[in-house]
């Protein structure tokens, strides 16, 4: 059974402090993303990961910075955090296949942050 | 314009109905599309792919148009349980991915 599992459900941060997100897979899977949701706008890509070490701006990478070190390991960190950032926040993982791009996309069951 | 739209709804349909949504997309270079589904305060799961043929799985019937770049899921013979967010998904050619906000459905008894 594929798994994707991330460090915490709710969380809860003030105005300024680092906050980590961090996301495992054990599918083996060379993909991994940081996603994050919020209503009406439906989930935006933050950055993602082709590999080890190697990461890709998303579409919202304001903010926000990765860290890959191991393959089933990838992790979001808030340097500052800002009300801004109050939201959910999904990482998911997938393959990727030569005609199709990135295949279907296994997610975590999403971190619900508040920045107070 | 957003690269992938879909119509928020909600879609309030009584059990047994048929309901059809749409997502459209605007970049020619799009190369795969998936419809995945959204439980409330859950993750999103892949509900089909959708291929240049369509396809079919037992009530769920996606379809592709290229000419008119929309991909389109039909659901008969609707169920309670498949009250959920509909969310369209499209892979743009290299390594671009991009969801649309979702479609709402409420199946009422």
């Known amino acids: 059974d594929v798994k994707v599992t991330q460090s915490s459900r709710y969380l809860v941060k003030r105005t300024g402090e680092k906050v980590f997100l961090e996301c495992v897979q054990d599918?083996?899977?060379?993909?991994m993303f940081w996603y994050r949701q919020d209503p009406g706008l439906g989930l935006r890509l933050i950055y993602f990961?082709?590999?080890?070490?190697?990461?890709e701006k998303g579409d919202i990478p304001e903010g926000y910075s990765v860290s890959r070190e191991k393959k089933e390991r990838f992790s979001l960190i808030l340097e500052s955090a800002s009300t801004n950032q109050t939201s959910m926040y999904l990482c998911?993982?997938?393959?990727?296949?030569?005609?199709?791009?990135?295949?279907?996309?296994?997610f975590g069951p999403g971190t619900r942050l508040t920045v107070t | 314009r957003k690269e992938v739209e879909q119509d928020p709804g909600p879609f309030n349909v009584p059990e047994g109905a048929t309901v059809a949504f749409n997502c459209t997309y605007s970049?020619?270079?799009?190369?795969?599309f998936f419809w995945y589904r959204q439980d409330c305060r859950k993750e999103p799961k892949l509900l089909m792919s959708?291929?240049?043929s369509g396809n079919e799985d037992g009530r769920f019937t996606a379809q592709l148009n290229r000419a008119s770049q929309y991909i389109s899921l039909l659901i008969r013979d609707s169920k309670l349980s498949d009250s959920a967010t509909y969310l369209c998904?499209?892979?743009?050619?290299?390594?671009?991915?991009?969801f649309g906000a979702g479609t709402r459905l409420f199946v009422k008894a």
């Open positions: 998911a993982s997938s393959l990727f296949r030569s005609g199709v791009g990135f295949d279907e996309q296994y």
């Open positions: 599918m083996d899977h060379e993909n």
């Open positions: 990961s082709y590999d080890v070490k190697m990461k």
């Open positions: 970049n020619s270079a799009s190369q795969s």
């Open positions: 959708v291929y240049s």
């Open positions: 998904v499209v892979n743009i050619l290299g390594f671009k991915t991009i």
